[in-house]
């Protein structure tokens, strides 16, 4: 890296260290595929616990494997604050993270090797759905899943264009007041395991199905029960950002009166969000140059 930058990163790393003891803070989240040189970290931490966030874990040398954490990062192009909001949105989903623990997060541009970018966060207050669903180990799980399929889908795209879907994940024996099929449903038969998120070979089956109107809905055991859904809620409940159209309004919507998750992703912008409870949750935004 240039040497200009590479002071810049040791500084803000620096300061970091500093606020944090001042602050009482014991735990730094640090993406490190924006840092070129993790010496930097080790010889000036003090007994701070490292969450390190990385797409690409195997490079990642851990000091101290009984306090040290190596978090795997979807592969997605994200700007600096998307990516330093994603990264400690799934630290807290995967209790590294305690709900009232202040944590201080550095982030950089993707593929930059720098670190620019200064956070302190508190899941409790940062993101309120995980106080509400800190129980629902296994749903929180799907849900990290979920982000890592839209966040692939949103930077992949599909034959060159960005792909639009909606992912709904809940029970959908609660749903079904409201549901309706566009088309007949097009995994209705098939093995729990071949319809599984977490079957990687399912991906490429979800992202043909993305190109037909309607919603995904995911069950509480991370299956695909549907394709193709017509989500039937009163549009213009919860609190909807200005400029989003139809797919964001039926995903909000569906949260206000049931007790779901909807993750979506923008056709328009490869942006993905998540809803719940009539909230947005999560919003996470592509990079743009220089962002």
Sequence with gaps: PDPEEHQETRELVKSAFSLARSLGIKTLVVQADEISDMRLVETLRDDERIIW???DQKQIP???PSKDVVLAMPDAILNRL????????LAALNRHLGPDERVLGLSGVTGSQRLDTLVIAKPERDYPWLRHHKSEVAVTRHLARLLEIALRFAHE???GSFIGAIFVLGDPHMLSAHLRQLILNPLKGHPQTARSIHN?????????LAAMDGAFVVNR???VN???TYLNAPVGQGKLSLGLGARHAAALAITTVT?????????SSGTVWVYDGGETVLELERAHPGA
């Design 53 to 55: 966030v990385a797409r």
């Design 62 to 64: 851990i000091s101290d």
């Design 82 to 89: 998307s990516q330093l909001n994603l990264a400690l949105f």
């Design 157 to 159: 795209g599909r034959e």
């Design 200 to 208: 990687p070979d399912f991906l490429e089956t979800l992202r043909e």
């Design 221 to 223: 055991c991370g299956v």
């Design 226 to 228: 549907s394709a193709g």
């Design 259 to 267: 007790d779901v998750t909807a993750v979506v992703i923008s056709a």
